[in-house]
């Protein structure tokens, strides 16, 4: 419906509609740990899940928070990436669980 209506406007406002569209889309921003004038930016993409996630969550990120992201080297964020149900209810109660949020990953991760 929306790629209908796109159609019957003009290419300016046509593209700045999908924009508007995209971003009502991403109506979870990125929670943020590091400094905004951080030189590298990383993202993951995570399952709470994921074995794979788990492991870089336990043996690798605590290495990386302390010399990179609490230096002020790396901003770092984790967006979800929920491999199943499970995976998404455990995210959805991270997201919920306010400044605990980094705790309960970790408890989860942990899990």
Not at 10 to 29: P, S
Not at 61 to 68: F, G, I
Request: charged fraction near 25%.
């Amino acid at each position: 419906m929306v790629l209908e209506k796109l159609g019957q406007i003009g290419e300016g406002r046509r593209i700045r509609r999908l924009q508007e569209v995209v971003e009502a889309v991403n109506a979870l921003e990125d929670v943020w740990q590091g400094s905004k004038d951080a030189p590298v930016t990383m993202i993951e993409y995570a399952s709470m899940t994921c074995s794979h996630c788990a492991h870089f969550h336990e043996a690798t990120y605590p290495t990386l928070k302390s010399k990179y992201i609490d230096a002020g080297k790396v901003r770092f964020a984790i967006r979800e990436f929920p491999f199943d149900p499970l995976a998404t209810a455990a995210f959805m109660l991270a997201r919920c669980s306010g400044d605990k949020r980094d705790a309960l990953v970790d408890l989860l991760f942990a899990q």
